[in-house]
């Protein structure tokens, strides 16, 4: 499993329930490495797309409150269902919000952090993986500029993976 994500400088990643920054550059990267694949993600996350529609070419996984049922994506409602859902299908990816990123990133073995040169004044923010044993920077981009935003694409090598 692996994890993507885009952070400012003090790893905020989010307020009002939405990004704190419009980055094509960043959601053009995001495409590129989750088409095809499985997203995961909590209830909020989904509800903050436009029209709270599943991303498209995807496997939509949903962890939801119960009482929650949707047609358009996989709807489960509990770590437990949503382990073994996920049993079903390689190439995962968790996509948000603060609360699951939180929840699922000790079994994350890789995690794709684009990191925004700005402070975005966030309310919710994704662990420090700078700051938690067993996590290394193990690839960082040149800086290039996305919507007037310095960003950087890096990734994170988990060597203490825990299993979901």
Known sequence: MKAIVAVDKKWGIGKNNDLLFSLPEDMKFFREKTSGKTVCMGYNTLLSFPGSKPLKN????VLAPDGVERDDCIIVHTLEELSNTLKNYNDVFVIGGAMFYRTMVPYCEEVYVTKVDAD????VFYPNLDEIDGFEMVYESEPIESNGYQIRFTTYKNNKVEKF
């Open 58 to 61: 995807r496997v939509n996984i």
């Open 120 to 123: 975005g004044e966030a309310t």
